[in-house]
């Protein structure tokens, strides 16, 4: 079965690609893209020349009602859409932006399709999901099987920056990556690396600081003209198409960040997650991890406790 997928904020730098990526996806039926700017009808335009089977409609505009149109009927929303960061900015800077945009959207998703598979991208991730399930909560459809934060470009970070350092095919590597999706709240689990590698304590500190720190590499080359795009794209392409292989039957494990009591304090977190058609089947626990990654684990927790708070804070003011 193929799926109405729609891409919010599908005129930006991610979007853009996304939109691409999903439009070449055998599993999407119809691609509907969205953004507050015209510049919308005219990336449809474009991608609907593709020769591939998803047919391709746009809305565009400020108007509740625009938004609204895109995602009735949609299965599956993908979000891009919002501020990304210029150097020197760190993801909790976006907040203020973001989340109001977040909760528009949300409000939207509640109304047209609030049964749909749900993946945030925008940032900060640790706080627009909180955000995004409180609004739903309010509307009486949240359904905490359905609301995924894309956490993905960290695992797919962390699987390439393995791979290279121990010289193995990028593609046979899996790293998971758990926590939260901004600097110490990123904690990848080194020690579960398949295919098993070994790691020195010092090659461990290292590559846990490239992977928490890469996305920052990218604003810093990109000087100020955005953050990552093409990467993410990838991510969130994969992720989304992860969700779709579930939804008809196939057994699927991802990293995301979910509504979640594996971790006590937080109610929110990232592990492997079991997808399966109804969305999430089983969160699985954070299991057997080196005395380094529980260390990580404890930071990561302590500093998302702020950032769902901050989330939830936004939405009682
Ligand atoms: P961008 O500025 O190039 O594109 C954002 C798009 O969102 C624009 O086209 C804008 O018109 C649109 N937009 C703004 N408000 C909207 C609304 N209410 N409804 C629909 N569309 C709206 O930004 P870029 O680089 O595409 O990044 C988007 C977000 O993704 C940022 O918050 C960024 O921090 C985040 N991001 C997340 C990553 C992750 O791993 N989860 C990785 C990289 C970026």
């Avoid at 919308?40 to 938004?67: E, P, Q, R």
């Avoid at 049964?115 to 905490?144: H, Q, R, Y």
């Avoid at 810093?220 to 292989?245: D, I, Q």
């Avoid at 699927?252 to 089947?281: H, P, R, W």
């Amino acid at each position: 079965m193929a799926f109405k997928c729609a891409v919010v904020g599908a005129a930006g730098g991610i979007g853009q690609p996304l939109s691409l990526l999903l439009k070449n996806d055998p599993l999407v039926k119809e691609l509907s893209v969205f953004d507050v700017i015209p510049l919308a009808a005219g990336v449809a335009a474009d991608l609907s020349h593709i020769n591939t089977g998803a047919k391709v409609t746009s809305h565009h505009g400020f108007d509740g009602a625009d938004i609204r149109a895109a995602l009735t009927g949609c299965d599956v929303v993908v979000i891009p859409a919002g501020v990304p960061r210029k150097p020197g900015m760190t993801r909790d800077d976006l907040f203020k932006i973001n989340a109001g945009i977040i909760k528009g959207i949300a409000e939207a998703v509640a109304d047209a399709c609030p049964k749909a598979m749900v993946c945030v991208i925008s940032n900060p991730v640790n706080s627009t999901v909180p955000i995004f399930a409180g609004v739903l909560k309010a509307k009486g459809c949240f359904d905490e099987k359905r609301l995924f934060g894309v956490s993905t470009l960290d695992i797919v970070r962390a699987n390439t920056f393995v791979a290279e350092l121990k010289g193995l095919n990028v593609t046979d590597v899996n790293v998971p990556v758990i926590g939260g999706h901004s600097g110490v709240t990123i904690v990848p689990l080194l020690s579960r690396t398949t295919p098993a590698c070994e790691f020195t304590q010092e090659e461990a500190e290292k590559l846990t600081h490239r992977i928490q720190n890469a996305g920052t590499e990218v604003v810093e080359a990109k000087a100020g003209a955005g953050s990552a795009t093409l990467s993410m794209a990838f991510a969130g392409a994969r992720f989304a198409n992860s969700v779709m292989k579930a939804m008809n039957g196939e057994d699927i494990t991802e990293c995301a960040y979910v509504y979640s009591s594996i971790q006590d304090g937080v109610s929110f977190f990232s592990t492997e997650i079991s997808l399966g058609k109804e969305g999430i089947s089983k969160i699985n626990p954070i299991g057997k991890v080196s005395d380094f990654e529980q260390k990580n684990i404890d930071i990561a927790t302590d500093a998302l406790k702020a950032n769902i708070a901050a989330g939830e804070n936004f939405l009682s003011a």
